[in-house]
């Protein structure tokens, strides 16, 4: 799930992909060319063969991680690879990836490892870490998924069914916002906020939940 302007992409299970217009309040269903321009602003084989890891965007690169591999790998906007970095996760399965460009750093979600960091991009130093490692706790619970806007952090956790929100610069954390089933995705802009939910995916406005009701 990418919320792009005023767009909403997304995918179910069955590798169908799904275009949400926030202005009209339309739902269509897209293919994966249509997907990957909203996403990257085009389309070739190098960035269709991206969609299945985690995504992290920022003004000039693509991020990556993948969950069985400890690597960040970075491409270019016409998805060319830049670089690897082995090891960067090293002790730690990286479910999802978020990138803070104005400070430089990564923030990752494992929710095997009961953990969220925050890592300098440069030096691969340890900035944050929030929870005990394999240790479910009240501080973390099973955090499934990270996404950075403005220099907020939003953490989806499923064992506390609820989305926390983290002060970048002071790693101070409260909940943001509370849900009735576990909660998989949450992503933000000044359009507007979604999560993915067990149920389906929920447009939030004043912490009411309107689900996208899609029609094919």
């Excluded at 989305?163 to 933000?188: C, G, H, N």
């Excluded at 993915?196 to 094919?216: A, M, P, T």
Aim: glycine share 4%; aromatic share 14%.
């Amino acid at each position: 799930m990418h919320l792009i302007d005023d767009q909403l992409i997304f995918k179910n299970n069955r590798k169908e992909y799904f275009k949400y217009n926030l202005v009209s309040d339309a739902i269509i269903k897209i293919n994966v060319e249509t997907y990957c321009e909203i996403l990257f602003g085009q389309y070739n084989y190098r960035l269709r063969n991206l969609l299945d890891l985690s995504i992290s965007l920022t003004s000039d690169r693509i991020f990556t991680s993948f969950y069985q591999n400890d690597s960040l790998t970075i491409y270019n906007l016409d998805g060319e690879l830049i670089e690897k970095k082995a090891d960067f996760f090293a002790d730690l399965t990286p479910y999802s990836i978020s990138v803070n460009e104005s400070k430089n750093e990564l923030w990752v979600a494992s929710g095997g490892g009961q953990v969220v960091k925050c890592i300098d991009l440069g030096t691969q130093a340890q900035r944050f870490i929030i929870g005990v490692f394999h240790e479910e706790t009240e501080v973390m619970s099973f955090p499934e998924d990270v996404f950075v806007f403005n220099d907020e952090v939003y953490i989806t956790e499923m064992g506390h069914q609820h989305v926390s929100m983290i002060d970048a610069s002071s790693a101070d954390k409260r909940v943001y916002l509370k849900t009735q089933e576990p909660v998989w995705q949450f992503v933000k802009n000044q359009f507007g906020e979604f999560v993915r939910l067990d149920s389906g995916i929920y447009r939030v406005i004043d912490e009411q939940f309107i689900k996208l009701e899609i029609k094919i």
